[in-house]
T-cell receptor, first 112, second 117 residues
Framework: AQKVTQAQTEISVVEKEDVTLDCVYE???????LFWYKQPPSGELVFLIR??????QNEISGRYSWNFQKSTSSFNFTITASQVVDSAVYFC?????????FGAGTRLTVKP | GAGVSQSPRYKVTKRGQDVALRCDPI?????LYWYRQALGQGPEFLTY????????KSGLPNDRFSAERPEGSISTLTIQRTEQRDSAMYRC???????????????FGPGTRLTVL
């Protein structure tokens, strides 16, 4: 069965610090997709990135970067030079063609 | 519309009553998903549709929960004989879909906060 573990329940940093949110997953499938979603205080869920299991290339988008390592079943998310507006709950999710699972989320607080 | 809309945004009901939650997906999106999110948890998959066909309902907790999307657009999630444990945020999402899978980027609605007294 699929499983997504976000071991960090809450993280607090000071503005401009770098922060990494961990995501570890379990699946028996060889084809699967990984996602990160952001849930700001307003409550909506916002898509950040999707990565398929055959593409281990790391991705950078502005201050955001993602490190996908199949060897350790991890898909970690780093925010560089964090800002107060990054404060939110971040969810990692795993899907194959039969199921979709979200992690419990990591609450990130960025203090000015 | 511009995004996924859900109604009502808040619903308070008494135990034993039936409730119907509505989702209006982004125009043209083939796939529609329902999730339940408890406080402090990630969304939990309930069911999803491609067009009007319900593809997977394995996440529905029991037979009090049902969903339909009769014309392939608006969907309704119905909970019969509500119980206090049904209290949660119910979220709908849609995606372009068409591939018969759930691997697309999903656009989420604002959710319906259900409280069962």
């Amino acid at each position: 069965a699929q499983k997504v573990t976000q071991a960090q329940t809450e993280i607090s940093v000071v503005e401009k610090e770098d922060v990494t949110l961990d995501c570890v997953y379990e699946t028996r499938d060889t084809t699967y997709y990984l996602f990160w979603y952001k849930q700001p205080p307003s409550g909506e869920l916002v898509f950040l990135i999707r990565r398929n299991s055959f593409d281990e290339q790391n991705e950078i988008s502005g201050r955001y970067s993602w490190n996908f390592q199949k060897s350790t079943s991890s898909f970690n998310f780093t925010i560089t030079a964090s800002q107060v507006v990054d404060s939110a709950v971040y969810f990692c999710a795993l899907t194959d063609f039969n199921d979709m699972r979200f992690g419990a989320g990591t609450r990130l607080t960025v203090k000015p | 519309g511009a995004g996924v809309s859900q109604s009502p945004r808040y619903k308070v009901t008494k135990r034993g009553q039936d409730v119907a939650l509505r989702c209006d997906p982004i125009s043209g999106h083939v796939s529609l998903y329902w999730y339940r999110q408890a406080l402090g948890q990630g969304p939990e998959f309930l069911t999803y549709f491609n067009y009007e066909a319900q593809q997977d309902k394995s996440g529905l907790p029991n037979d009090r929960f049902s969903a339909e999307r009769p014309e392939g657009s608006i969907s309704t999630l119905t909970i019969q004989r509500t119980e206090q444990r049904d209290s949660a945020m119910y979220r709908c999402a849609s995606s372009l879909g068409g591939s018969g899978s759930r691997v697309d980027e999903q656009f989420f609605g604002p959710g319906t906060r259900l409280t069962v007294l």
